[in-house]
C-alpha cells in the first residue's frame, strides 16, 4: 500500500512539472504564405528554444528552417522566417512547431496557395528599400482597398513596423516611408511588405513580399550650391541615410599648364542623416594664377569617396597681386591681409548656407 501511495505522488509530481511547462508557451498566431512564414508566441514563464517551420505538400516536407527565440514571462514575440524553395504546385500546408530544447511545446498549420489561386488584385511594380527608407509602387488590374504593413527584419526579428490603412487602389498608389532610427554601417537588412487585400465575402487575402538592401553612409553634392573662384571653394552636402555620415571635402587643384596638384582636407562640421545639410569649404594658400581643374570629393571616414563635383576655374593675374589692403577697405576688415579677410568672407558664406539648409 505505502508502494502504490509513493508511485501516485510520483505520477502527480511529474504531472505537475510537466502540464504548466506545456501549457505556458502558446501560438497565438500563425501565417504563410509561399514568400515568408511568421509565428507570434506567449509565454507565462521564462523559456528558450526554437521554431520549427516546415512547409509541406501533402505529408512531405519541401522544405524546413529554423528561429531560435528567448521569451520573458508575460513576453509576446514574433519570429519572421523567409521561405526559399521555388512553389510547383497551387496549395500547400506550412507548420510551425516550437520546442524548448528537444520537446515540443505546441504545433499550429496554416494552408498555403499560390499561383492564381492566391493572385492579388494588383501588381507590384517597385519595391525599393534603401537607407533612408522604402518605396512600394502597387499597380492595380482591379480597383480594391488595402492595407499595407511594412516591417524592417533584423534575421528573424522585426524591429520596426509602419501600417497604412484603407489603401484605395483605383490608379498606381506609391507609398514611401523613411525609417526613424539609425542603421547599423555594413549591416544587411530585409523589408517585408505585407499587404491585406480587403474582400467582401471572404477573409482578407494576404500576400508578403521582400527586398534586402545593406546599409552604409550616403552623401551628396549639392551641385546648384557649389561655389569655386578665385578665392576658395564650397560646397553643401546633404544626408541621404540613417547611417551617420562623419567626414571631410577633399578638393584639388591641378594646373593644366604645369600639371602641378595642389590639395586640401576640410572636415565637415555637422553629422549628417538623411535629409540634414551642411556647408563646408577651403580657401586657396598661394594658388597662382592659371586654369585649374578642381575636383571636390565628399569622403568618409574610411576615407571612400562618396560623392564627387568637378569644374574648371581661372585665376586671372589680378587675383595674384600684392595683399597690401586697398585704400577704400570693407569695414570691420580694416588692417588685415587680404588673404585673412577672403577667409573671413568665405567662412560667412559657409555660415549662411548652412543656416538656409537647417
Given amino acids: 500500500m505505502n508502494r502504490l501511495l509513493a508511485y501516485a505522488i510520483g505520477i502527480a509530481c511529474t504531472l505537475a512539472f510537466v502540464m504548466p511547462a506545456s501549457a505556458n508557451l502558446e501560438i497565438v498566431d500563425f501565417f504563410s504564405d509561399f514568400t515568408s512564414s511568421e509565428v507570434t508566441i506567449k509565454s507565462s514563464q521564462n523559456h528558450e528554444g526554437k521554431a520549427v517551420f516546415e512547409l509541406m505538400y501533402g505529408e512531405k516536407v519541401v522544405e524546413s528552417r529554423e528561429a531560435h527565440f528567448k521569451a520573458s514571462a508575460g513576453e509576446q514575440i514574433t519570429k519572421v522566417i523567409l521561405w526559399q524553395e521555388k512553389p510547383r504546385h497551387d496549395y500547400y500546408k506550412a507548420r510551425v512547431s516550437l520546442y524548448n ?198 569622403v568618409n571616414k574610411e576615407n571612400i569617396a562618396l560623392d564627387k563635383y568637378e569644374t574648371v576655374l581661372r585665376i586671372p593675374e589680378a587675383a595674384a597681386v600684392s595683399e597690401t589692403p586697398a585704400a577704400n577697405s570693407t569695414p570691420g576688415l580694416t588692417g588685415l591681409t587680404g588673404f585673412a579677410a577672403i577667409a573671413i568672407i568665405v567662412v560667412a558664406m559657409a555660415a549662411m548656407r548652412r543656416k538656409r539648409g537647417g
Avoid at 143 to 167: F, G, H, M, Q, R
Avoid at 208 to 222: G, Q
Fill in 101 to 298: 530544447d528537444t520537446r515540443l511545446h505546441a504545433n499550429k498549420t496554416y494552408e498555403v496557395s499560390y499561383g492564381t489561386v492566391a493572385m492579388p488584385s494588383f501588381h507590384v511594380v517597385d519595391f525599393s528599400p534603401s537607407n533612408s527608407g522604402v518605396q512600394l509602387l502597387l499597380r492595380p488590374f482591379n480597383p480594391s482597398a488595402v492595407d499595407i504593413k511594412i516591417e524592417l527584419l533584423d534575421n528573424n526579428d522585426i524591429i520596426y513596423t509602419e501600417t497604412k490603412e484603407a489603401v484605395s487602389l483605383t490608379a498606381n498608389a506609391e507609398i514611401r516611408m523613411d525609417w526613424p532610427f539609425l542603421l547599423t554601417d555594413g549591416k544587411e537588412y530585409t523589408t517585408r511588405a505585407k499587404i491585406f487585400t480587403h474582400r467582401l465575402y471572404a477573409p482578407d487575402l494576404i500576400n508578403t513580399y521582400v527586398a534586402s538592401f545593406t546599409a552604409n553612409d550616403e552623401i551628396e553634392i549639392l551641385q546648384d550650391d557649389a561655389e569655386v573662384d578665385e578665392y576658395g571653394a564650397s560646397v553643401t552636402l546633404r544626408g541621404k541615410s540613417q547611417v551617420p555620415f562623419d567626414g571631410a571635402i577633399d578638393v584639388s587643384a591641378r594646373n593644366r599648364a604645369t600639371n602641378e596638384i595642389v590639395k586640401f582636407r576640410q572636415q565637415v562640421e555637422d553629422i549628417l542623416v538623411s535629409g540634414k545639410e551642411d556647408t563646408a569649404g577651403v580657401v586657396w594658400n598661394g594658388l597662382s594664377p592659371g586654369t585649374y581643374d578642381v575636383s571636390i570629393l565628399a
